[in-house]
Every structure is written in C-alpha cells, then in structure tokens.
C-alpha cells in the first residue's frame, strides 16, 4: 500500500475486510469439514446396509452453503473463471473499462439473484415450509444464496477497483488482494 491519497479511514476499511473475509473463511472451513463428515456417516451407513437419510439433506444443506460463501470468496479474490487474452491485448484504458463493466455485470447480476432469494426466503417464512428429513426450516438453504449474493457483489467491486487502482499506481493488472490473502 502507498502513502499517496491515504487517509485513516482506508486503514479501517481494510481492517474490517480483513475481519469479514477471514470469517467467511473460517466458516467456510466449518462448514467443509461438516460436509466431510456428513458424507463420511453417510458412506458407512450405506456400507453397514442401514441408510442415514438424514446425511444426504445435511450434506445438501450444507453444499449450497459452500457453493454460496466459496463462489464469493473466489469473487473477492478474482479467482472466478475467466478469459482473459483479449483483455490483455487491449489498451489500459479499456482494460479499466473491461474490469469496471465486469463489475457492473457482477453486480446487476447477483443483485437480481439476491433480491429473488429474499422474496423466496420470505415465502418460505410465510408458509413455514421445513425439509423432509431434519424438519428445518428450508429458509436455511436460501440464506447463502442472499448472503453469497451480497458478499459477491462486495468481493467483485472490491476486488476490481483495487486492481484498478493498483493499475493507477502502476503495479499492472494483477489483483491486489490475490498478494495478501494466503
């Protein structure tokens, strides 16, 4: 990080980054390591001839939340699948005006996926509904979608205008974040 243009604020911003990123890691660890044991039980049940039914809901439940919190955290990172030999080959103008458009995609598109998923949360509230098996609430499954869908849009413009201005500074196309995160 440079001097030029810092200002207290920037410090506490990427402190509170910081914070909310390595909790979604540590959560996502959780939750991997659930999912581990989830679909272990379920194999040996399924070996000893007596079927857990109740592992494959949970390990459902708990995959949408991997899917949700890691495709942010991939997003925040900008290790989302890409192709990028045309983008290289352009001016850096439009480079910044590839990645600023990037953004903007990123961010109509998981607001749309954000905004059908609370109105699917609320329904489900509404109408109580539960899952089969564990009789939890189904809203569970649609709370990563809402949470991945924020945290999305968060990591992507985060990540984007940082690389911009890593560009600004001239420290080239490589995304900042991608250096100091492990």
């Known amino acids: 990080m440079t001097s030029v243009g810092y200002h207290p604020m920037q410090r ?14 540590a959560l996502l660890f959780v939750i991997v390591l659930g999912l581990l044991v989830t679909v272990s039980c379920q194999a040996l049940s399924r070996l000893t001839g007596a079927s857990a039914p109740w592992t ?10 991997t899917a949700f919190l890691g495709m942010a955290t991939g997003f925040r990172r900008g290790e989302h699948p890409s192709i990028t030999f045309l983008i290289d ?12 458009l990037t953004a903007v995609s990123t961010t109509v598109l998981f607001a749309i996926i954000g905004w059908n998923a609370v109105g699917l ?3 489900q509230m509404d109408f109580g509904e ?4 564990l009789g939890i609430g189904m809203w569970i499954a649609t709370v990563p979608v809402i949470l991945g869908s924020a945290l999305a849009i968060a990591g992507c413009l985060v990540e984007v205008f940082g690389r911009i201005q890593a560009r600004r500074a001239g420290g080239g196309t490589t995304s900042p974040n991608r250096e100091s995160d492990p």
Do not use: K, Y
């Not at 080959?89 to 990645?99: D, V, Y």
């Open 56 to 65: 494959e809901e949970l390990s459902r439940f708990l995959f949408i939340w």
């Open 12 to 25: 506490h911003r990427t402190n509170l980054d910081h914070v909310i990123w390595r909790a979604v890691d």
């Open 130 to 133: 539960t899952s089969p098996v």
């Open 89 to 100: 080959a352009l001016p850096g103008w439009a480079q910044t005006a590839s990645h600023c």
């Open 121 to 123: 949360l609320m329904q």
